[in-house]
């Protein structure tokens, strides 16, 4: 029988069902039988582990609710998806195997037709799973690649940083340098009217423009396929291309470690580079604040940032007119929002709008 086949290991005390349940099998996988739950457990650690487990619940000495517990518990085997098999056909009895962890739970006697149906949809979803992981263990060793060579280009300083997304991904670069020139112009905005949290002066202002030109930092160490492919983007690499706000905040961590002093510029790239994809209503991430909770540079970060994005997204399909940017940011006031800091966009938005309609604008 060919090694590529999907292994199956039948825990059952009763050995015509071990040999119904076989014979059923066989001829599509290769199948191990265990009488009991402790062959069971050993069986289930042994190479290759198997991909499927279909486990009985009324046995001796240890019942199947026992058997998945200690499954579950041992890191070798948490991850092997098991069904029941069992006479037991309460909804109780159901809904307690599928609270311990069970994937399926199929009533006997065992009709044919449904076991290898049930069977073939569960193998079916762990190579799913199993894909899934595998290209998650990918895209974390070219993470950890990228970040390396990163490091190994420039140095510790996060103007090397930029400099080395600037030549990986033009695109993103871009989009730094427009956002710095939005972000002056709404800072000047809320300076004037006395809404600049801290000093009022034009150094506060120069600090946010300076860090908003941070904001995508942690977009370095993304690997540059996924950059490339845009919007279009499996669970995966979506995941990955999120985990942009925190490795950006990683390295602004280290840029401040080098300094061996805080920096009020870094203190504040820092709250842009983690939060600007929080939301007002707590509904963002990396961690779900809300409101007043979120820095206000971040708030600040969001507005911009989505503002640019909505117009020069990656998939230039994808985009919108300034106008309809406009109208999708004024729908996600008080939700997505800060209120106050969307009035500031609204009195700003001529200027906002001039820089938005050129690709490379000249930043001040």
């Known amino acids: 029988m060919s090694a590529n086949l999907p292994l199956l290991l039948i825990v059952d005390d009763n050995p015509e069902n071990l040999t119904v349940i076989g014979e059923l099998l066989q001829p599509r996988y290769r199948v191990r039988a265990a009488n009991g739950g402790p062959r069971a457990l050993w ?5 290759p582990q198997p991909d499927l487990i279909l486990l009985d619940v009324m ?6 609710y026992e058997v998945l517990a200690r499954l579950r518990a041992d890191p070798a085997t948490r991850d092997i998806p098991v069904v029941f098999l069992t006479a037991l056909d309460s909804a109780a009895d159901e809904e307690r195997g599928l609270q311990l962890g069970a994937v399926d739970y199929i009533a006997k006697p065992i009709r044919p037709a449904v076991l290898l149906a049930r069977v073939r949809q569960q193998l079916a979803h762990k190579l799913a799973r199993d894909q899934r992981d595998e290209r998650i263990r990918q895209l974390e060793a070219e993470l950890r690649a990228g970040a390396q060579a990163v490091q190994a280009a420039g140095g510790e300083g996060l103007a090397q940083h930029v400099r080395a997304l600037a030549q990986r991904d033009p695109f993103t670069d871009e989009h730094l340098r427009r956002c710095r020139a939005y972000m002056r112009v709404l800072a000047q905005h809320l300076r ?8 009022a002066d034009e150094h506060a202002v120069d600090q ?13 160490v993304i690997p540059q396929h996924v950059l490339q492919r845009g919007g279009d983007l499996p669970a995966a690499e979506q995941a990955l291309l999120r985990r942009h706000t925190t490795l950006g905040a990683e390295l602004i961590a280290q840029a401040e470690q080098a300094a061996q002093r805080q920096l009020a510029l870094l203190r504040t790239a820092h709250e842009m580079a983690l939060h600007h994809h929080e939301r007002w209503d707590g509904a963002g991430h990396p961690d ?4 007043t909770d979120i820095p206000f540079a971040a708030r600040l970060m969001a507005v911009v940032g989505s503002f640019d994005s909505l117009i020069w997204p990656i998939n230039p399909a994808a985009g919108t007119t300034i106008a309809g940017a406009r109208e999708q940011l004024r729908q996600g006031r008080g939700t997505r929002f800060d209120p106050t800091v969307m009035d500031a966009f609204e009195a700003c938005f001529d200027q906002l709008a001039a820089i938005a309609s050129a690709q490379r604008p000249s930043v001040p």
């Open 288 to 291: 779900g604040l809300r409101a």
């Open 59 to 64: 046995m001796p000495d240890m019942d199947g």
């Open 208 to 220: 946010l423009a300076q860090a908003a030109a941070f904001h995508d930092i942690g977009m370095a």
């Open 43 to 47: 069986l289930a650690t042994v190479a």
């Open 192 to 199: 004037d009217q006395g809404a600049l949290p801290g000093p």
